[in-house]
């Protein structure tokens, strides 16, 4: 089958999974009594009369309608970018756009952290793969374990307290911010407003957009501490799969045939085994993301990134029902479509998958 | 040719008891010896029954580490037993050291005087107890739907299948955070909305886990040897599926203690406004020595954490070589 079928009907798939988490959603919404449901808007239109800000709002969110409804009402709001309201200090009131505006910092997070873990697991797997049950192996699974077994809000304390500025005074190597995602400046550029930085919200790319080297640097310096901390718990996943993966394959015909043929060891583990073990490696960074996405929730609270992660531990604190299930939403849909692109990366490197 | 031997009187009767052990026992036995091999599992598990005595010792006698106590500076010693214990003289340490760790108070005490080790015990014991009550939960319902979905087959298979996805398409942590707010929203307090949460998102890994494994028992020949003697379907599911395709459940099992310790103590870190900031917790210890951290005092934080982590850590390597042992594929 050729690629752009395969990947059209992957996608379509999709489709049920997501009217699947539109359904689940609901669900949560339809568990909550309706007074909670109209507060949000209450609370933001406090100057329009109260009698019309219910009425209005009992319309737009279908209370009025029997269930079913309801959830055509709920789709079509979605559809629509309407995700609801909040009262959050420093946010929008709307949430699609608060959303938006979070989304590019968790996105950057997720790709350095993804990117530094699978820089350190390849070469790390394809060595201690390479020599099971040796020393290195026993300390690499042992290594990887811990990785899985680590509470990532504590291994976040520790950096802060091991690697962050003004913690401990006078620690040479404590250069790190411990928080946010932008430097503290004295002045404000014109493009960085509320803590948040524009056109793309990304912050190391909007200061090299504006050629503000050094907000540039500051912003990659509070990125390094989530990162890390972050990269730890999904390296264990990654750098596990790597090296079953290498012993897997070490096994196979072909490697006798090269060792037979006289290919030196090297170039074996290189080009023969490491290659093979690379393949089955793609399919669990599905796994990993869902991992990912999990810690970063937490890693964003500890280190106060402004992410959708820590949107929606603000929520979930200040009681914006919205803000929790909107966040919970984007998850599934940042998780339905990192899962797309993980299959269709696999088909790409493993012809045989498009049968 | 190999000579038939008959036994006669004790020989039989031992024969006959050998023979009579049951399978399941005889798998046990020899899973249990292949599992005692592995010394690193071995250290593992023998770390857990420790945690687990510690919490069955707290379950049964809550008040012998003073628990009920701790506002007390005293809290060496449980109401009712002053006489038996003798008060240690308490002296003030240096200001910048209050409460570091000392001979009366083995792991340091937190802000409010209240000593570390017995807070953590009482946290270990809600961490392990809410973690055993929701994976075991999470485990029967997920393999009650697991076996019967994969096989019956078909259209209920297909339903079931599709809501497992959707659960896996929601990270677990941030799901969790929505379904303990929405519970808490229709009163429920907020540990049992917790509880409720994480057994309504816990079971989908089972019921995929259990469903695989009932597709490939669902060929053999035992099954079918039983369908037609006529058994139900329901009756071979109980009888012949759900007993052949435990083992990969229980492997998962075994891990996820960890993994739903960790999340409860996340949940707690983040501190929900919904959970009791009464309730003992390891996560909620480490929220509140966060602060004093920049004071130099960090035994709140890092003696909670690193107790955390050992029952973890020794989790998994119980669970990886359990794994090693029921599931050999990953063995290498």
Do not use: C
Request: charged residues 10%.
């Amino acid at each position: 089958m050729e690629l752009r079928f395969y990947i059209i009907r992957r996608a379509l798939i999709l489709i049920p999974t997501f009217l699947g988490l539109t359904v689940l959603m609901f669900i949560l919404f339809s568990l909550i009594p309706e007074q909670l449901l109209i507060a949000p808007y209450l609370s933001i239109h406090q100057t329009l009369p109260r009698a019309y800000v219910v009425h209005q709002a009992t319309i737009l969110l279908g209370l009025n309608l029997p269930l079913p409804l309801r959830y055509f009402k709920y789709v079509w709001n979605m559809f629509h970018g309407n995700l609801g309201v909040m009262n959050l200090p420093g946010y929008p009131s709307s949430v699609a756009q608060a959303i938006a505006i979070s989304f590019p910092n968790t996105l950057q997070l997720a790709i350095f952290s993804t990117i530094l873990a699978v820089v350190i697991a390849i070469p790390l797997g394809t060595y201690i793969g390479a020599r099971p049950n040796s020393v290195a192996d026993q300390t690499g699974r042992i290594f990887s374990l811990s990785g899985y077994a680590m509470p990532a809000f504590w291994l976040g304390l520790l950096l802060q307290i091991g690697l962050g500025r003004n913690v401990i005074p006078g620690n040479p190597v404590g250069i790190f911010p411990i928080q946010g995602s932008v430097p503290d400046v004295a002045v404000a550029p014109p493009w960085f407003n509320n803590g948040f930085t524009y056109p793309t919200h990304i912050p190391i790319i909007d200061a090299l957009i504006h050629q503000d080297w050094s907000f540039a640097y500051g912003a990659f310096m509070h990125l390094v501490l989530p990162t890390l901390t972050l990269t730890y718990g999904i390296l264990a996943g990654v750098l596990r799969f790597v090296r079953a993966g290498m012993v897997d394959s070490a096994r196979q015909e072909f490697v006798k045939t090269a060792r037979a043929k006289g290919v030196p060891e090297r170039e074996v583990i290189k080009k023969h085994i490491r290659k093979n073990a690379l393949i089955p490696t793609i399919t669990v960074m599905g796994l990993l993301l869902a991992g990912l996405l999990g810690g970063v929730v937490v890693v964003e609270e500890v280190f106060d990134y402004p992410g959708i992660g820590l949107l929606s531990v603000l929520s979930a604190t200040t009681y914006q029902v919205y803000g929790v299930i909107g966040t919970t939403l984007v998850f599934g849909i940042i998780l339905m479509v990192a899962n797309l692109i993980v299959d269709v990366l696999y088909a790409l490197v493993d012809p045989r998958i498009r049968y | 040719m190999a000579e038939t031997t008959v036994f006669k009187g004790r020989a039989a009767r031992a024969e006959v008891r050998v023979r009579k052990r049951h399978p399941f026992l005889e798998d046990f036995a020899s899973t249990f010896r292949a599992f005692m091999s592995n010394k690193i599992a071995l250290v593992g598990f023998v770390i857990v029954l420790i945690y687990i005595g510690f919490t069955i010792a707290d379950l049964t006698y809550p008040y012998y580490l003073g628990v009920h106590n701790i506002n007390n500076i005293n809290s060496f010693n449980p109401g009712g037993y002053a006489a038996a214990i003798p008060t240690p003289p308490f002296v003030l340490p240096p200001s910048h050291l209050k409460g570091a760790p000392s001979w009366w108070f083995w792991l340091g005490t937190t802000e409010f005087q209240d000593p570390i080790l017995p807070i953590m015990l009482a946290a270990l014991k809600v961490d392990i107890v809410y973690s055993f009550i929701i994976v075991g939960s999470g485990l029967v319902i997920g393999i009650l739907l697991g076996s019967i979905s994969g096989f019956l087959g078909g259209y209920v298979d297909e339903v079931l299948m599709r809501i497992t996805d959707i659960f896996f398409s929601i990270p677990s942590l941030v799901l969790a955070i929505a379904f303990i707010y929405v519970l808490a929203q229709r009163g429920f307090s907020g540990l049992d909305s917790l509880v409720f949460a994480l057994i309504v998102i816990w079971w989908p890994t089972y019921a995929r886990l259990t469903r695989g494994v009932t597709l490939s028992v669902k060929n053999m020949k035992f099954i079918e040897a039983s369908i037609a003697s006529g058994a139900t379907r329901l009756g071979i599911v109980f009888k012949h599926v759900i007993p052949n395709v435990l083992s990969p459940s229980l492997v998962q099992l075994s891990l996820d203690l960890g993994s739903i310790v960790l999340i409860l103590a996340a949940l707690d870190f983040i501190n929900l406004p919904i959970i009791s900031p009464f309730v003992p917790e390891l996560g909620r210890m480490i929220y509140n020595g966060e602060q004093y951290l920049v004071s130099g005092i960090w035994w709140p934080v890092t003696i909670p954490g690193l107790f955390l982590l050992l029952f973890t850590v020794s989790v998994n390597l119980m669970g990886d070589g359990l794994r090693d042992v029921l599931d050999p594929k990953l063995r290498g």
